[in-house]
T-cell receptor, first 116, second 112 residues
Framework: AQKITQTQPGMFVQEKEAVTLDCTYD???????LFWYKQPSSGEMIFLIY??????QNATEGRYSLNFQKARKSANLVISASQLGDSAMYFC?????????????FGTGTRLQVTL | EAQVTQNPRYLITVTGKKLTVTCSQN?????MSWYRQDPGLGLRQIYY???????DKGDVPEGYKVSRKEKRNFPLILESPSPNQTSLYFC???????????FGPGTRLTVL
């Protein structure tokens, strides 16, 4: 079974500051992928960043980076230089690679509010 | 434009009245999936499909049916909706089982 835990229901950050959103996971799969999605108030789900379990380098996409610590089973999202438009709900998700079955499991999310 | 579309976007119905939420993608993706989103619970997978005629249950399949007769379409069927199926529903697709998923805009369903 897969499980994603996001322990921060809400976070505040000042504009231009960096913020880290926590995500820990549990899985028995040897190979898996970790994803972060953003959900603004308009409701759509926007893919941000992906990290494979065998990737040696931490993933980066513009202002987003994923701090992947495999031994600790954590995959924290770091947003640098926060902008007002970053205010949204953020979901961490994991996909196990077991045979032909592939399921994406989501955490409960963290609501980020960027302030002036 | 590459996209996942869902219809309807909003639906209010009554208990027991069969309904179908359509999902279509134009990216030739093999993998499609349905999720429901409820406050405090995140997104939970209802059903997924690895390819045409290949579907499997997710975490919360009870009360739902799906079919995948064509690659582009993956409708979600509620044969006898109940109030506990009031939720926000998302359809998603990905190129393969191991790629990022692209989400539709969501369908907000209310069952009275």
């Amino acid at each position: 079974a897969q499980k994603i835990t996001q322990t921060q229901p809400g976070m505040f950050v000042q504009e231009k500051e960096a913020v880290t959103l926590d995500c820990t996971y549990d899985t028995s799969d040897q190979s898996y992928g970790l994803f972060w999605y953003k959900q603004p108030s308009s409701g759509e789900m926007i893919f941000l960043i992906y990290q494979g379990s065998y990737d040696e380098q931490n993933a980066t996409e513009g202002r987003y980076s994923l701090n992947f610590q495999k031994a600790r089973k954590s995959a924290n999202l770091v947003i640098s230089a926060s902008q007002l438009g970053d205010s949204a709900m953020y979901f961490c998700a994991m996909r196990g690679f077991t045979g032909t079955a592939s399921k994406l499991t989501f955490g409960t999310g963290t609501r980020l509010q960027v302030t002036l | 434009e590459a996209q996942v579309t869902q219809n309807p976007r909003y639906l209010i119905t009554v208990t027991g009245k069969k309904l179908t939420v359509t999902c279509s993608q134009n990216m030739n993706h093999e993998y499609m999936s349905w999720y429901r989103q409820d406050p405090g619970l995140g997104l939970r997978q209802i059903y997924y499909s690895m390819n045409v005629e290949v579907t499997d249950k997710g975490d919360v399949p009870e009360g739902y049916k799906v079919s995948r007769k064509e690659k582009r379409n993956f409708p979600l069927i509620l044969e006898s909706p109940s109030p506990n199926q009031t939720s926000l529903y998302f359809c998603a697709s990905s190129l393969g089982a191991y790629n990022e998923q692209f989400f539709g805009p969501g369908t907000r369903l209310t069952v009275l």
